[in-house]
């Protein structure tokens, strides 16, 4: 649907179009961010000091990746 729309939108150069393109363009770029924010929100809540999980996370989180030699 969006290839067909921004196609219509190249022959017409429709303004209203337009927008409408852009809005369909935006759209998908912005679901997997929030799919990601969402399950970092999850696993954020489901982390416990008791069991370690947030220790463990953390440690992950602040590790400096070794530069590799040329």
């Known amino acids: 649907m969006k290839n067909r729309l921004r196609w219509q939108w190249q022959i017409t150069r429709d303004p209203?179009?337009?927008?409408e393109v852009n809005h369909l363009q935006t759209?998908?770029?912005r679901r997997p961010n929030v799919w990601r924010n969402d399950?970092?929100?999850a696993t954020i809540e489901s982390s416990d000091a008791e069991d370690?999980?947030?220790w463990r996370m953390t440690k992950r989180a602040m590790r400096v990746p070794t530069p590799f030699p040329p």
């Open 39 to 41: 399950q970092w929100c």
């Open 27 to 29: 759209s998908g770029t």
């Open 16 to 19: 209203e179009m337009k927008a």
């Open 52 to 54: 370690q999980s947030l």
